[in-house]
């Protein structure tokens, strides 16, 4: 079965940093377009970043452009997503996405000082 397996959150100071992986098994990754979406409390699942299967086209929130990275292993099966300058706005449950039908558990994200 289809298993996504985020990691990485925390709690970090406005300004700092934080990397979030997804390790991905149960399909044919290295075809996959993968995503990270954020939902902070009250609010409406949103997305913030996408990857292509082989990892040249990527998208972006406007709110995160310049920002966060999204990047890919495919040998690894993973897909990282590293967030720079962040800022309390940022502060949601991060969910990883496989091929817009698979979710994973989510990982919290807190920015606060």
């Known amino acids: 079965q289809v298993q996504l397996v985020e990691s990485g959150g925390g709690l970090v100071q406005p300004g700092g940093s934080l990397r979030l992986s997804c390790a991905a098994s149960?399909?044919?990754?290295?075809?996959?377009?993968m995503s990270w979406y954020r939902q902070a409390p009250g609010q409406e699942r949103e997305l913030v970043a996408r990857?292509?299967?082989?990892?040249?086209?990527?998208l972006y929130a406007t709110s995160v452009k310049g920002r966060f990275t999204i990047s890919r292993d495919n040998a690894k099966n993973t897909v990282y997503l590293r967030m720079n300058n962040l800022k309390p706005e940022d502060t949601a449950v991060y969910y990883c996405?496989?091929?817009?039908?698979?979710w994973g558990q989510g990982t919290q994200v807190t920015v606060s000082s």
């Open positions: 996405n496989a091929k817009l039908i698979y």
């Open positions: 990857i292509g299967s082989t990892g040249g086209s990527t």
């Open positions: 149960g399909f044919t990754f290295n075809s996959a377009a």
